[in-house]
Structure formats: C-alpha cells, structure tokens
C-alpha cells in the first residue's frame, strides 16, 4: 500500500522556538494533505486541509500565524510550530489522500510527530 | 451534525476470546464509517470501512463491523483475539464522501490482550 513518511517521529524544543514537521507521500502524489493533532488520552481532532499550491484551510480554533502549513509540492506539506509553547505539546499526524486511489484505499496516514515543548 | 462515540474507554479480554469494541455515531447524511487502528509509534492503519454498500463489512486481520441504521451503530468485532491485536482502536465517521481527510474521530478505545 501507500506510504507516507512523516518525520521527525519526536522532537524536543525550548519554548519560543519554531519547529517544523514533514510530511511525505512516498509513492503516490497527494494534492490533499490533513494535519491532526492528539492531545494525552484523547482523540484526534483535525487542525487544517492542506492543498498543494494553495493556501491552507483551518478548522474553528486553530491559530493559523501559529501552525504555519506549506503544501509547495505534490509529495510534501509542512506544519511548523512558531514560538511554540508548553501547551503545544502533542502529537502530531499528517494525512495525505491519493486521488488516484492506485493502491484501493485514498487516505494514509503518517506515523505521527510526538512534539515536546519545555 | 456528525459525531461519534466509543462506549468503551478500556477494553480487557483474554487471548483467544472473542472482542467487541462499541460505536456509535450521529449524522444528518449518509455516513461513511471507519475503523482505525493505532499502535504504539506507528501511524493509524485502516482496518476497514462502511460507505453504503453491505453492511457487514470485513477488514483485516480477522476482524469486522455491522454498520445497523436503526441502532446508528457500528461496532467492531473480532472471534478470536491475539496478542498482537493490543493497541488504540479509533471509530470514524467522515464529513462527505468516503476517504476525505474531513473525519470525525471516537475518542478510541484501548484494547488489552491478556495471555
């Protein structure tokens, strides 16, 4: 099946700092990527859509100037936190949908980004 | 609007016995249901899915989900549970169409496999 990468699978940061996650489609190109975050204990909720060569669309709540989405490219979208804070700790997961539906199923997912801010 | 619930935060059985793990969702259209699973430091995997065709559907690793309209269920069971099968377990309903990335997702349920 289809295989998206995200990467770095964890990351610790001082507060203040930007930090940025990746996600790739490695067989398939995904003009839709989806970028989740996972609070302890709780289930996914979807931050924001992102379409490559536009710009991203937030879900109610999310800060956009905080999570700053990149989609230039047909294989990688980015999700950088700015001035992170403690309470950005989460983990993170990217999906990407293959339109194509080549390998039977249209929506995969990353292995996540667990993101530790101090 | 579209939500979904997980009964069941914790789910114990022994390796061998059979599972069930409960779904129920709400929605003003169609739905389109998944179940995911999650396992420690790997990303979700789609275990199998319902979008309006038969509503036993059988994904993998031994397992399967009744989509009932009348109970707006759709839980997940499995005859005979592994070791392996440990692990976070996610019910999804999506937004529009099946395989959007607009999904509702449960608030999971962690399944533990005693031996």
Redesign the interface.
């Known amino acids: 099946g289809a295989v998206?990468s995200?990467h770095p699978?964890w990351v610790i940061c001082k507060s203040g700092t930007s930090v940025k996650i990746e996600c790739r489609s490695l067989d398939f190109q995904a003009t839709?990527?989806?970028w989740?975050r996972q609070f302890p204990?709780?289930?996914?909720?979807?931050m924001a859509?992102s379409n490559e060569g536009s710009k991203a669309t937030y879900e109610q709540g999310v800060e956009k100037d905080k999570f700053l989405i990149n989609h230039a490219s047909l294989t990688l979208s980015t999700l950088t936190v700015t001035s992170a804070h403690p309470e950005d700790s989460s983990f993170y997961?990217c999906?990407a949908?293959d339109p194509s539906?080549a390998s039977g199923?249209?929506?995969?997912?990353?292995?996540?980004t667990q993101l530790s801010v101090l | 609007a579209q939500s979904v619930t997980q009964l069941d935060s914790h789910v114990s059985v022994s390796e061998g016995t059979p599972v069930l793990l409960r779904c129920n969702y709400s929605s003003s259209y169609s739905p389109s249901l998944f179940w995911?699973v999650q396992h420690p430091?790997?990303?979700?995997?789609?275990l199998l899915k319902y979008t309006s065709a038969a509503t036993l559907v059988k994904g993998i690793n031994g397992f399967e989900a009744e989509f009932k309209k009348s109970e707006t269920s759709f839980h997940l069971t499995k005859p005979s549970a592994h070791m392996s099968d440990a692990a976070e377990y996610?019910c999804v309903v999506s937004y529009y169409s099946?395989?959007?990335?607009?999904?509702i997702?449960?608030?999971?349920t962690t399944l533990q496999v005693k031996p």
């Open positions: 998206v995200q699978s839709t990527m989806f989740y204990k709780q289930s996914l909720m979807l859509t997961i999906s949908r539906g199923e249209k929506l995969f997912f990353g292995s996540g | 995911y430091n790997k990303g979700l995997q789609l996610f099946s395989n959007t990335g607009k999904l997702f449960g608030q999971g």
